[in-house]
């Protein structure tokens, strides 16, 4: 289907990734906003939504697991397969020495570089001061679209004093009808659909799309092979 995602009467699935620790969380509060007026488009609209955030604060233990291990455990490995179920994301981080939280990204580093190929993504940032307002584009913005993601071109950022300015509700406002219209444009499906087989994927374990039916995987090659017991042929014009 390449049609917009709503098109089927499905419950449109928006995840929020929140990397806010302390509590209250400015981070959290900010994913909130950003999410309720998302979902408030959607609704003018009569598109059924549904809202999942995944809290990174009490995954942080499992995260750190998870990057020396080299494979998620089971909390983390939940949070993963909910980001990858997810039409689009929040993604929100607090800003520390003018660099993305370190929980934020490594959680980003263990997911598969496929799981979310042109999902919509609004990128938010909190900070204690405004010299930090441009980590959410010069240092999110890069990272999702190595992720193949498709951002959308508001993102947000909320120091001390914009938290009772108006100008921080038109951007939230304006990010929020940029998710929507991504969204009912369908163009993140069509182009899943369209290009999967084009990419090239150094992962593929979480991502939806990458399902294979047992006539398209290769039961001859040499690693198939050795897991049913053969062995390796021998290199040609050799016995």
Request: charged share 20%; glycine share 8%.
């Amino acid at each position: 289907m390449t049609g917009s995602p709503h098109d089927d009467g499905d419950t449109l699935r928006l995840v929020a990734l929140n990397a806010g620790v302390s509590d209250p969380s400015s981070t959290r509060m900010l994913v909130d906003r950003i999410a309720q007026k998302s979902l408030d488009q959607l609704a003018a609209r009569s598109i059924p939504a549904s809202l999942s955030v995944i809290d990174l604060a009490p995954l942080a233990v499992d995260v750190a697991k998870a990057m020396v291990a080299g494979f998620p455990g089971e909390k983390v490995q939940a949070a993963i397969d909910t980001l990858a179920r997810a039409d689009a994301i929040i993604a929100a981080t607090p800003v520390y020495k003018a660099g993305m939280s370190g929980l934020f990204k490594s959680f980003i580093d263990l997911i598969d570089n496929d799981l979310i190929i042109a999902k919509p993504v609004v990128l938010a940032a909190t900070a204690g001061t405004a010299r930090h307002a441009m980590v959410a584009d010069e240092q999110m913005r890069p990272l999702f679209a190595f992720l193949r993601a498709m951002p959308v071109p508001t993102s947000i950022f909320a120091a001390p004093e914009d938290w009772g300015s108006p100008d921080l509700g038109v951007r939230i406002d304006r990010a929020a009808i940029e998710l929507t219209q991504l969204l009912l444009s369908g163009v993140g499906r069509s182009i899943t659909n369209a290009g999967w087989q084009g990419y090239q994927h150094q992962f593929d374990g979480n991502a939806a799309q990458a399902e294979r039916t047992p006539g398209e995987v290769n039961f001859d090659s040499d690693l198939m092979r050795l897991a049913a017991g053969g062995s390796l042929r021998s290199p040609a014009g050799q016995s």
